[in-house]
């Protein structure tokens, strides 16, 4: 082992050590201090039954310290989370918080980058994106804040239906009107504009062909 890993090992035994001891004094204590005024439990009771707790942390502290070597390994952290010195006199709560934040921020690379492979961008300017959509994963992850069936999070069953019957699903997103809209469109029709079947509001009420259209007007051709 090196000089430098033997240094860093030594901090996070310090801070393993740390955490165990701001545990054992504002929760473990006082439950088993309760407990003995019910239970009539003596101090080797005490004395065996924080032994137990203890390995039982140190456990959780060493699986989520080898998660965090991973992350730092891979990359996945910033300057100051990586720093071990910005742990020393943060609780494990503070540290927790942390690696569920940097759990966040990989997961929601990961749906970005799978939504782009399942979608084609068709048209965007400062005003409008059009989107098609090709997967449930870029459904749901461009119908974000709407309450449409095909972006739902855990089903994607009314997507896969769309799909099935040859229809063509594409997402306006108005950037200055803060909206979008769900383009259901017939994949039949030479002219997609022209296959419009229906379109929906982001609260999953139907808005009127013929209303969308002339709203939209100057964008119909990115439909085609």
Known sequence: MSFQKFITESAWDDIKERWWQNILRDEIKPYFIKLQRVSGRSQEDLSTYIERQKAGHMYSYDTILKKFKKYKDNNKLTPEERDISN??????????????????????????????????????????????????????????????????????????????????ILFLIDKLEKRKFAIVIDSSRTVRADGIESVWREDDTKVSVDSFKSIYTHYLEYLV
């Not at 006199?89 to 929601?108: A, H, L, T």
């Not at 989107?131 to 095909?150: L, M, V």
């Open 87 to 168: 742990w020393m006199n943060k609780s494990f709560s503070d540290f927790m918080d942390m690696m569920r934040e940097v759990k966040i921020r990989r997961s929601s690379k990961q749906e970005r980058r799978d939504a782009k492979k399942g979608s084609d961008k068709i048209f965007e300017n400062d005003a409008i994106q059009i989107i098609q959509i090709n997967t449930w994963e870029a459904s749901r992850y461009y119908g974000k804040g709407t309450k449409w069936c095909i972006s739902a999070e855990d089903d994607r069953s009314h997507f896969d239906n769309i799909i099935e019957n040859q229809l063509t």
